[in-house]
Nanobody, 122 residues
Framework: QLALSGGGSVQAGGSLRLSCVITGLTYRPYCMGWFRQAPGNWREGVATVDSNGITTLDPSKKGRFTMSQDTAKNTLYLQMNSLKPEDTGMYYC??????????????????WGKGTQVTISS
C-alpha cells in the first residue's frame, strides 16, 4: 500500500508537506515519486527517486518543492513551499518495479496510491 497524508487547503505562499508510507508491495520498487493532476489536466510527474536514492524534480518547481525519503520508515516526502493557486490538484505518490528514466521526473507507474487534495487559495 501507498498511504498518503498531508494534503489540505492553504493560502498562496503557504506550505504543505505530503507523506507517503510504502508498505506491502509484492515487489521492490525501483522508482518512486509524486504526481499531480490539476483540474481538467492530465496527471503529470512532479518528482522521482530512483533505486540509488537520486531524486529528480520538475525544474518548474525547483526552489519551492523538495522531495526526500526516509528509507528506514519506507516513507517519501514532498515538501511544498511558496504554494501558488496553480499548484492546486490531486497529488499522488506512486511506485514502479521498473527503474526511473534517467533525468526524468515522471515514470511508468505500476502501483498508485490514493490521491490527496491540495487546494491553494489566492
Amino acid at each position: 500500500q501507498l498511504a498518503l497524508s498531508g494534503g489540505g487547503s492553504v493560502q498562496a505562499g503557504g506550505s504543505l508537506r505530503l507523506s507517503c508510507v510504502i508498505t506491502g508491495l509484492t515487489y521492490r520498487p525501483y522508482c518512486m515519486g509524486w504526481f499531480r493532476q490539476a483540474p481538467g489536466n492530465w496527471r503529470e510527474g512532479v518528482a522521482t527517486v530512483d533505486s540509488n536514492g537520486i531524486t529528480t524534480l520538475d525544474p518548474s518547481k525547483k526552489g519551492r518543492f523538495t522531495m526526500s525519503q526516509d528509507t528506514a520508515k519506507n516513507t517519501l516526502y514532498l515538501q511544498m513551499n511558496s504554494l501558488k493557486p496553480e499548484d492546486t490538484g490531486m497529488y499522488y505518490c506512486a511506485a514502479s518495479e521498473y527503474d526511473c528514466y534517467h533525468g526524468s521526473w515522471s515514470f511508468d507507474v505500476t502501483y498508485w496510491g490514493k490521491g490527496t487534495q491540495v487546494t491553494i487559495s489566492s
